[in-house]
């Protein structure tokens, strides 16, 4: 029988344990496709995204009316998603919007958008990205 100091320390553990963390967890890859799509209000069964090496993934999107492919990349920072064109910066700066995401039970995922100037933008996708609210 576990003692009350070894029961106390599993659940002190579990509670630092985000959710994320908890093996509920989205991949990289269904993460930066969800924040992406929000970010630029694209439909993300449109946004494209594949693992790189490096750990960044590499996104494409190509506009239905001329398929023209729009490029852009995205790595995952705690429960930040930091995101740039390719070619371009990474939109992590001071006056950039901040891109966060949080597993919603063990199926959804919100993505939340904090600008500097504005009212918080919030979207909630299912696993198979098809937007819940």
């Known amino acids: 029988m576990p003692s009350?100091?070894?029961?106390?320390?599993?659940?002190?553990l579990l509670g630092w344990v985000t959710p994320a963390a908890a093996g509920t967890a989205f991949e990289n890859t269904a993460i930066c496709r969800s924040a992406v799509a929000v970010v630029t209000d694209r439909d993300p069964k449109l946004v494209q995204a594949k693992d790189a090496?490096?750990?960044v993934v590499a996104l494409t999107y190509a506009r239905p009316v001329d398929n023209f492919v729009f490029a852009y990349r995205c790595r995952i920072d705690g429960d930040r998603v930091v995101w740039g064109?390719?070619?371009g910066r990474?939109?992590?700066?001071p006056k950039d919007a901040?891109?966060?995401f949080e597993?919603?039970?063990?199926?959804?995922?919100?993505?939340?958008?904090?600008?500097?100037?504005?009212?918080?933008?919030e979207q909630l996708f299912d696993r198979e990205l098809n937007e819940v609210h």
């Open 4 to 12: 009350i100091a070894q029961s106390l320390t599993v659940l002190i």
């Open 53 to 55: 090496d490096d750990g």
């Open 85 to 87: 064109d390719n070619p």
């Open 90 to 93: 990474w939109r992590d700066g």
């Open 98 to 100: 901040k891109v966060s």
């Open 103 to 121: 597993v919603v039970g063990s199926d959804r995922l919100r993505i939340v958008i904090n600008r500097p100037k504005g009212k918080p933008v």
